[in-house]
């Protein structure tokens, strides 16, 4: 049976998509299971699996789009769904690595406005070169580029919070994240490493 949603630490996440546009040496992707679920899908589930999957959703805390793959490869449904969630009075989060309008082939962070509450894009590293290393994208140039313009993309949309996130690991440099989240007006989210079977 698919996983379509799971819980960790009180808020229900989504597993939209396994596909990715990054192959990162650090995805829990490379893991059978993260947290305990099998995220690896058979098929992609619709609008309705995710709804009978998830259930009552008024205790949690957060809904967040983010699974094994990056949510934007289903946007037409991601937006389906958060709007859902928000017109129960959810707050609603997408986990992404930035490479949205690529994946779909326009600009998508307009249709996010009414679907979500917070955009937070996976920064990772502090210049191209280090993100290509540990990123793998499947784009040979500008994917870094990409996500930075997807973020002010959706920086300038009013409706929604945008932020760039990375791990606090010693291979990050946060002061030159931070300058690269400072140089597009975007805040900067430092998360805690926490590694989860
Ligand atoms: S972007 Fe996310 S889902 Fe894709 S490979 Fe990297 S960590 Fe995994």
Redesign the pocket.
Known sequence: MDTYTYIIDNNLYINLTNK?????V????NKDTYGGYPLWLKSEPTFEDVVKSAGDVSSYNEIVFCG???PTYRVDTLVELGKHYRTLGKLVRINT?GHGNEINGKNIAPLLAGAVDIVSI?LNQSDSEKYDAI?KPIYKVGAFEMLLNFATACKNQSEFTTQLSIVDVPDVDITACQKVADSIGVALKVREYIDID
């Open positions: 990715c546009s990054n192959r990162c650090f995805c829990v992707r094994y793959g990056e690595n996976s990123c």
